[in-house]
């Protein structure tokens, strides 16, 4: 809503009612039904870019929204916006008429039309349509002052996010390159032979993660059910089925805390290759990304915030132990559970307890030490198994796992196992998370059924998982989730039950 007080508020809308009156007793019906356009705007300013003053011989219909009138006289201009760009439209009361040129002079921001004529240059170099006849589509009746024009209260565009597109040309560019982005992202996988897939949404166990579920219930079935807080063990179940290459980019929920790169709803690409392992997921990674930002960006030095975040493959490797040794001189390897603790004290690592396991230790001081200095690309490899229960343990070290996270700018972007296809570790594996979650006050539970699974026989597997939202977020250089996110979570206004609203 407009930043005005509710009466001025009340008489902007009601001066919009009276103008909508006076349009229908024209005989004008201010919401139409439907307009053919023979062009978008930007086709249109691409084919006449080296016009001259004369009027094109060529005729288009563009519409779009209003975004401001100027009358002069017997004679007016309006900008319209449409999805990909923004022309300018000129309206002479002797080219369209006595009627029309009044309907004209009733326009406001915000209105929607459609207009018809040839092309030309303004004496001011604008390109622009000589209007020969125009349509009112949709009469709006929100006041648009001119102050939204680029709109900037930042809470605003967010919960109301068709004024943000509508005023802010920046951040209709960051939404289109999002679905460009994913659209890139789902063409590369089946040139390649994947296969999308869908899983349930609603599951009657949740599991594939740390996370805190959302909670529902079914009336018929008369049973709890949870939002799913990643597809894994299910997409898991296809490729015992036989689906060898098979990926889900899909929305995932977590009932947790809402920060600059946390929403409760967000976007996952989840995939899994029968035969490969996480070396084999590397590649993919880095070449999937690599060919998004090389054809939808072209450059590889990207601009985020006051640094510069240099793309180039190939992007470095490095295990978790020598990230910590890198950033803090510590070694953490062949260290036991006592010595990891003390080490995390005196390295200021929060959130340790002394029940904690030697690999969450090792993560935890990872986490403090080493991976807010991860800005270039870089694979981080080897995790403590006692923190990858679905990855395969190291043949040489099997305290550590065949996983891998992808850092970027300090942000982990994806995450990658070679998975554990031996059904005997695994429960093992996921009873003691269990058992550890059950210490923290929290049951988890386990899917037998995905015990099963791996019962009949899962191939050697690799599996990958990309967090949509915050790869948009690096290739847009925006610092909020909220700003990659048409309709981010927000906490009510008081009195509102709509959080949304």
């Not at 125009?134 to 001119?146: A, R």
């Not at 915050?470 to 206004?493: A, C, E, G, N, Y």
């Amino acid at each position: 809503m407009v930043d005005e007080a509710d009466t001025t508020e009340k008489d902007l809308r009601r001066l919009r009612k009276e103008k909508l009156e006076k349009i229908v007793s024209m005989g004008v019906d201010p919401y139409k039904y439907r307009f053919c356009v023979s062009d978008e705007i930007a086709a249109v300013k691409k084919r006449h870019a080296d016009i001259g003053e004369e009027k094109s011989e060529e005729k288009v219909t563009l519409a779009g929204r209003v975004m401001g009138t100027r009358l002069h006289g017997k004679a007016g201009f309006a900008d319209i916006l449409g999805q990909d760009d923004k022309i300018q439209a000129y309206f002479k009361k002797n080219a369209i008429g006595e009627e029309s040129f009044e309907l004209y002079k009733l326009l406001e921001t915000g209105d929607i039309i459609g207009v018809t004529g040839p092309v030309f240059r303004t004496r001011m170099g604008e390109i622009t349509v000589w209007v020969e006849r125009f349509d009112l589509l949709t009469k709006s009746l929100m006041p648009f002052p001119e102050k939204y024009h680029g709109l900037q209260n930042v809470e605003l565009r967010y919960r109301k996010r068709y004024l943000d597109l509508i005023s802010n040309p920046e951040v209709r560019k960051t939404f289109v390159m999002r679905s460009k982005i994913i659209s890139h992202t789902r063409n590369y996988l089946d040139s390649r032979g994947y296969l999308e897939v869908e899983t349930p949404i609603l599951q009657p166990l949740y599991g594939g993660a740390f996370a805190r579920p959302f909670v529902t219930y079914h009336n018929y079935l008369d049973v709890k059910l949870y939002l799913r807080i990643a597809p894994e063990l299910y997409l898991k179940k296809l490729s015992v089925g036989g689906l060898e290459k098979i990926y889900e980019i899909g929305k995932s929920f977590r009932n947790e805390d809402i920060d600059a790169q946390h929403n409760p709803e967000y976007t996952l690409l989840e995939l899994y290759e029968a035969y490969s392992d996480y070396n084999g997921m590397m590649d993919l990674t880095e070449s999937l990304i690599c060919d998004i930002i090389e054809k939808q960006i072209g450059e590889f030095k990207l601009p985020f915030g006051d640094r510069t975040i240099d793309f180039t493959p190939p992007w470095k490797r490095m295990t978790m132990a020598d990230a910590i040794r890198e950033f803090s001189d510590v070694d953490v390897s062949g260290k036991t559970g006592e010595e990891l603790l003390e080490i995390a004290k005196e390295l200021n690592v929060p959130d340790v307890t002394d029940d904690m396991l030697k690999g969450e230790l090792i993560g935890e001081i990872f986490d403090t030490v080493a991976q807010p200095k991860l800005i270039d690309p870089i694979f981080v490899i080897n995790h403590p198994a006692d923190i990858s229960p679905l990855a395969r343990r190291l043949k040489e070290d099997p305290d550590f796992s065949e996983r891998f996270e992808l850092f970027i700018n300090g942000w982990e972007i994806a995450n990658a196992f070679t998975e554990l296809t031996d059904p005997a570790q695994q429960l093992e594996n996921l009873q003691r998370q269990s058992e550890q979650r059950e210490k923290e006050g929290e049951a988890h539970p386990i899917d037998q059924d995905f015990i099963d699974a791996l019962e009949c026989g899962l191939p050697p597997t690799g599996g990958l998982g990309i967090g949509m939202d915050r790869l948009v977020m690096l290739l847009t250089d925006s610092r909020s989730i909220k700003d990659v996110l048409f309709f981010p979570q927000m906490r009510p206004k008081s009195g509102e039950g709509d959080s949304r609203s």
